[in-house]
């Protein structure tokens, strides 16, 4: 595996090669199978076989936009167990948060002891508005609905986790 610059990111140990159904795999994990959607354009351009394996990782592509963001699997497993959660619930979207995903985040960290907020930072539709804007909407979320206290993951997780108990949510600016 290698970088935009061909740079050696990591290897593989292939211990599995199968073949898949990529309508199959389309339907379930993005509803559809229409190729105007990136996740469909993408399995839509991969060969006929999967393979699977033992990774060994080299070093992380270097991305410099929104780097204090971008943790590892070791840093998010560490935000985690830092504060003890046991519960975790991920929030994934490609679409800036709005209230509609203000509110499920409400609503899943009363049953949950963390919630890992994980805007989608890569390839998104031709017309979907910028990372920039997204992050920017994340972070107002994060600054007025979700701010530092108990049981918060450090500041140095950003937009990664967050935690507060039921109940316990300040009013939205302007109510």
Known sequence: MADAAGELLAVMTVEDIFPYDR????????????????????????????IGGTLEVFRWPNRTDFHWYRLDPAGTRRIFREPGWQTIAGFWTRNPVHRAHEYIQETVLEIVDGLLLHPIAGQT??????????????EVVLENYHPPGPGTAGAESGLDAVRRPAGSYPPRPGT
């Open 23 to 50: 309508d199959a795999e389309a339907r379930a994990i993005f509803q559809t199978t229409e190729v105007a959607h990136p996740g469909v354009a993408y399995l839509e351009s991969r060969g006929e076989w999967l």
């Open 125 to 138: 539709k031709s017309d979907d508005i910028s990372l920039t804007v997204r992050m920017r909407c994340y």
